[in-house]
Every structure is written in structure tokens, then in C-alpha cells.
């Protein structure tokens, strides 16, 4: 059986108000640590203001306005090459199905349940970087 429950300080970000509290909820009921921003330039603005701010994982939806999940990631991967990013979408479970560039990445499709979620997460965390497809 695996461990879903966690420590580690998980930031997402989503433009929807509504999916940040169902993601907050759902992973502070497994113990984690929970950073939320609704837009990259706020990730971006907070990276700047306090660039020692613990995040273990971020959680980044792929469709958003002015800044999406893609170029946020790009952006903070110059800041923070080695974090582990997970994506989220409305796109659907099957790979084949989703626009090409989503198709290699840690994926959880929306609407998710708390054990899909905190399960990408928890792969996302324990996978070492260097394996981890998508994260390079």
C-alpha cells in the first residue's frame, strides 16, 4: 500500500479561486503544506520577494490567462531548476487524447478526487528528477 500522506509544501496555482480551495482542502487532509496563487506572475512575484520560501512540489494548471502553466514552468525553472512540477488540466486522462506537449508530463486530469491528486504528488516527490519525464 502506498503512503499518500505527506509534510512536504506543495504551492498551486490555478486561476480558478474554487479549484485552489478543493486542491487546499484536499492535501492539507493528507498533512501537506499548502502555497496557493491564482496567476504565474503572482508564483513569479513571490519567488522575487522570498527567494528562500520552502516549496516541495508546485502544482500548475496548463490553461490560464496572460501566463500559462507551460511558460510559469519554464520561468521558474531558471529560479528553481530541480523543483518538481505536476500539471492540471481539463484536458482528459488519456494521453493520446490531450495536445501533444501534455502527453510526457506528470498529468492529473480535473475534475480529480483527493487520492488522484495527492497520488501524482506523491509520485512527483519520490521519482528522482533525473527520471522523472517532463522535468528536464
Known amino acids: 500500500m502506498t503512503i499518500l500522506a505527506g509534510t512536504e509544501t506543495v504551492l498551486v496555482v490555478d486561476d480558478e479561486t474554487f479549484m485552489l480551495s478543493l486542491a487546499e482542502l484536499m492535501l492539507v487532509c493528507h498533512g501537506y503544506t499548502v502555497l496557493k496563487a491564482t496567476s504565474g506572475q503572482e508564483v513569479l512575484h513571490m519567488l522575487e520577494l522570498w527567494p528562500d520560501l520552502k516549496i516541495d512540489v508546485a502544482v500548475i494548471d496548463v490553461v490560464m490567462p496572460m501566463m500559462d502553466g507551460f511558460e510559469l514552468a519554464e520561468r521558474m525553472r531558471k529560479i528553481r531548476p530541480r523543483l518538481p512540477i505536476v500539471y492540471m488540466s481539463a484536458y482528459p486522462e488519456k494521453a493520446e ?34 527520471r522523472a519525464p517532463g522535468q528536464g
Open 97 to 130: 487524447l490531450r495536445p501533444e506537449q501534455t502527453r510526457n508530463i506528470p498529468f492529473v486530469p480535473k475534475p480529480f478526487t483527493s487520492l488522484t491528486l495527492v497520488g501524482k504528488i506523491r509520485e512527483a516527490l519520490d521519482t528522482p528528477l533525473s
